[in-house]
């Protein structure tokens, strides 16, 4: 079933995001429509939805399976009064307001595991159900804006999980062994996002690092961190302490000194 927007809209919680929305059945990613129209000019708080998506990316330039009629695959643009640098704690902001979304949605069928693996996806039993992509525009004054890309696998049975994925990655319905409403879980979503980032333009990150680490599935396990420079790839282990002040991932090496991962791929050990 196609998603309704008459549903999203009616007890929409928010002030701003999700009061203007543009729903489609097909986009090469939700991302690139939403930077179009913040390009031309769409207010803080639109939302671009789509039912399927042919050229979904997540993280580093990956591909985002994205099959019709099944999951959530939105965008959100923001208008942030913040400096440049300040841009990527948004998307730990949105990581924040996620993984809450999730965890409130799957509370009442009895799903209770749910968890942020740095930096910002949401994990269930250790499989990938959710994921953030956030992309920026700056202008001659400074930030643009800031699109927030967020692909949800709500519905997806284990049939329609390509065989290669079939051990990394799951769905709301398959952990809950029951259909979701998409509609009701972009209604939590929108809300948290925005409640979050208000918080975050009001109070400073502080509120969203201690959350953020209350819903990590990592904090205090030991793992490695990979990351890819110039071709390169370098490899850091340790134990997995928390975020310092700029949302960079601190580890604490086996000799004892800690360090600062900015970006990378976390695998538990």
Not at 7 to 26: A, M, Q, V
Not at 123 to 152: D, P, R
Request: proline share 3%; hydrophobic share 40%; glycine share 8%.
């Amino acid at each position: 079933m196609t998603i309704n927007k008459n549903l999203i809209s009616s007890n929409l919680e928010t002030d701003f995001i999700g009061r203007k929305i543009h729903i489609f059945d097909e986009l090469p990613s939700t991302n690139e429509r939403a930077h179009e129209l913040a390009t031309a000019g769409a207010s803080e708080g639109t939302v671009v939805i789509a039912e399927s998506q042919t050229s979904g990316k997540g993280r580093r330039g990956r591909d985002w399976f994205s099959p019709p009629g099944l999951n959530i695959y939105t965008s959100i643009i923001l208008r942030p009064a913040i400096s440049p640098e300040d841009a990527p704690k948004l998307t730990l902001v949105a990581a924040v307001a996620l993984a809450e979304a999730i965890i409130e949605s799957l509370r009442e069928l009895g799903v209770h595991s749910a968890g942020i693996k740095w930096p910002n996806d949401i994990l269930i039993k250790k499989k990938k159900c959710a994921g953030i992509l956030t992309e920026m525009k700056m202008g001659s004054e400074g930030i643009n804006f800031v699109i927030i890309g967020i692909g949800i696998n709500v519905n997806m049975a284990l049939r329609d999980i390509p065989m290669e994925l079939i051990t990394l990655a799951s769905s709301l319905s398959i952990e809950a062994n029951d259909t979701l409403s998409r509609e009701g879980i972009l209604q939590s979503l929108y809300s948290k996002i925005e409640n979050w980032y208000k918080r975050y333009l009001s109070e400073g990150f502080l509120p969203v690092k201690e959350r953020w680490e209350m819903l990590s599935l990592i904090k205090g396990a030991f793992i490695s961190a990979a990351s890819s420079v110039g071709g390169l790839h370098a490899y850091e282990e340790g134990e997995a302490l928390g975020l310092d002040d700029e949302g960079n991932l601190l580890i604490k090496k086996n000799d004892g000194n800690v360090i600062s991962v900015i970006t990378g791929d976390i695998t538990i050990l």
